[in-house]
């Protein structure tokens, strides 16, 4: 409203005096909150660690990788000569179970992609940002196991996501790699442990094998 004899000027009522010190004190804050936001909310640390998606057949790592040894590389066929690990094509599946429990319910979805040549829509858990560059090859075939970023996947009836996979994550094994190495025909042995101290083997194998991790950042983004 106006106020009388003093054009121009508004009077608000008397309870928008409250508002002023809510107002006050959400300007300092917001900043705060939204950098919390950022920095916690939506980083990997807190956003994909424990990412367990559904999947569209029950795969059990534990039982095929675990109790049954089948290697890493079987399904995943592509980690040692490109770079991204090649997701199982039907046909994998069927070499076992054209013959093995072939009417089994779980493997309703299986065996129509196998008859309709439609691919199953298996979830990717492990999923970098499309401004990432990660070459499974470069890292699998210097020996670095594939339990340093998956973890134990053979003890595990569902996959989860067990590391970050953030920038941080990344160049600390980049600056400090000696303990995360191995003989690169151990890749994916997954109980595998050094005959001696992690980081004076791996330092062995690193100068043998001439090992020099980037940390420049054109290495991940290109």
């Given at each position: 409203?106006?106020?009388?004899?003093?054009?121009?000027r508004?009077?608000?009522?008397p309870?928008t005096?409250?508002?002023r010190p809510?107002l006050?004190i959400?300007?300092?804050?917001?900043?705060?909150y939204?950098?919390?936001?950022?920095?916690?909310?939506a980083?990997?640390?807190?956003?994909?660690?424990?990412?367990?998606?559904?999947q569209?057949?029950?795969?059990?790592?534990?039982?095929?990788?675990g109790?049954?040894g089948?290697?890493?590389r079987?399904?995943h066929n592509?980690v040692?000569?490109?770079?991204?690990?090649?997701?199982?094509?039907?046909q994998?599946?069927?070499n076992?179970?054209?013959?093995i429990?072939?009417?089994s319910?779980?493997?309703?979805?299986?065996r129509?992609?196998y008859a309709?040549?439609?691919?199953?829509?298996?979830?990717?858990?492990h999923?970098l940002?499309?401004?990432?560059?990660?070459?499974?090859?470069?890292?699998?075939r210097?020996?670095v196991?594939?339990?340093?970023?998956?973890?134990?996947?053979?003890?595990?009836?569902?996959?989860?996501q067990?590391?970050?996979?953030?920038?941080?994550?990344?160049?600390?094994?980049?600056?400090?790699?000696?303990r995360?190495?191995?003989p690169?025909?151990?890749?994916?042995?997954?109980?595998?442990?050094?005959?001696?101290?992690?980081?004076?083997?791996?330092?062995?194998?690193?100068?043998?094998n001439?090992?020099?991790?980037?940390t420049?950042?054109?290495?991940?983004?290109r």
């Open positions: 409203m106006m106020q009388e004899g003093r054009p121009g508004f009077v608000f009522p309870w005096n409250l508002a809510i006050a959400s300007l300092v804050a917001a900043p705060v939204l950098v919390a936001l950022v920095w916690l909310g980083s990997p640390k807190t956003t994909d660690v424990g990412y367990q998606p559904e569209p057949v029950p795969y059990s790592h534990a039982l095929h990788a109790d049954l089948i290697d890493c079987y399904c592509t040692e000569v490109a770079a991204k690990a090649a997701v199982p094509p039907t994998t599946c069927m076992c179970h054209a013959k429990r072939t009417a319910a779980k493997l309703i979805s299986v129509e992609s309709t040549g439609v691919s199953v829509p298996w979830v990717r858990i999923d940002p499309d401004y990432v560059y990660f070459n499974h090859s470069a890292h699998v210097r020996g196991g594939c339990v340093e970023c998956h973890g134990r996947v053979d003890r595990m009836e569902v996959v989860s067990v590391e970050p996979l953030s920038m941080s994550w990344c160049l600390d094994c980049h600056r400090n790699p000696d995360r190495l191995r690169p025909e151990m890749v994916t042995k997954m109980d595998w442990v050094p005959p001696d101290d992690p980081d004076t083997y791996g330092r062995q194998l690193r100068a043998a001439n090992i020099n991790p980037s420049d950042c054109w290495t991940c983004h």
